[in-house]
């Protein structure tokens, strides 16, 4: 069973249909990117498997169910966005425990969880800041801590590491692939930078104009002419 199926799935905003039927099958532990230009679809497919987008055609399923009708917050994924998205007047710890509150876990449940993840991502000493009092990096562990807390079938990534400089891109991008691998929960990364989706992918999916031109592992993907 894989872990997510992507088949057949379409998108149209009015009457432009911007993905054109693109299946994916994702292996249990197995970390995806997609790659290619603005504009080619990458986000759209992406928030079609996170539930931000509804899907014209086609089914996505999740852990082998069927989830084109369910919310968010009922798909066992978790998303990390380009800009964060932190709440601004929470410190990191409330940042990273909002969701399992929500989710109406145990106080003691959330204390582990959080501390859990704020261990394996350095951010212990941070856990009483507010998002203005970190740096880039530390935003970005932030987020991941967030995701990671809930302990999803899935790791959702849309371009985590373009509002950091090239130094931070680079360290982030072997943080993000190591904690991927320590937790061996799947991912789906969205990103146009090349040398990013090789060395983060076990397989690339290859977008151009809506559509899954290539999946394959990176040295397959740029071993063609
Ligand atoms: P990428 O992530 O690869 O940059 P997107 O998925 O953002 O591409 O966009 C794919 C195509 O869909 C683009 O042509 C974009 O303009 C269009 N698009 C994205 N979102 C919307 C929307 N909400 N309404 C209309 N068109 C959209
Ligand atoms: P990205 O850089 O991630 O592709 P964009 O700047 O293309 O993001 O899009 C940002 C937001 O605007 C997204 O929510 C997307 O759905 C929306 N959007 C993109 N293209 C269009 C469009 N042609 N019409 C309406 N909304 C759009």
Redesign the pocket.
């Known amino acids: 069973m894989s872990a997510i199926a992507i088949r057949d799935v379409r998108?149209s905003?009015?009457k432009?249909e911007?993905?054109h039927g693109v299946n994916i099958d994702i292996a249990d532990g197995e970390f995806i990117v997609i790659v290619?230009?603005?504009?080619?679809?990458?986000?759209?497919?992406?928030?079609m498997v996170a539930g931000l987008?509804t899907i014209t055609e086609g089914t996505i399923e999740i852990g082998g169910r069927v989830v084109n009708r369910l919310e968010p917050g009922e798909r066992d994924i978790a998303m990390v966005f380009q800009n964060y998205a932190l709440y601004p007047h929470m410190s990191v710890f409330d940042n990273m425990a909002y969701g399992l509150k929500i989710a109406g876990l145990s106080k003691d449940d959330i204390r582990a969880r959080v501390d859990k993840a704020a261990t394996m991502l350095q951010l212990q000493p941070f856990l009483d800041r507010k998002p203005r009092q970190l740096s880039g990096g530390q935003r970005q562990r932030v987020a991941m801590g967030r995701a990671l807390v809930r302990d999803p079938a899935a790791f959702l990534l849309?371009?985590p590491l373009s509002n950091l400089d090239a130094k931070l891109r680079v360290q982030m991008r072997l943080e993000i692939k190591q904690l991927q691998q320590s937790v061996g929960t799947t991912a789906l990364y969205?990103t146009?930078d090349q040398v990013e989706a090789m060395t983060l992918a076990d397989r690339l999916v290859v977008?151009h104009d809506?559509v899954a031109e290539q999946i394959d592992t990176p040295m397959a993907v740029y071993a063609r002419p």
Do not use: Q
């Open positions: 998108k905003y009015g432009t911007v993905i290619g230009p603005s504009g080619c679809g990458k986000s759209t497919l992406l928030r987008e849309d371009e969205v146009h977008m809506g």
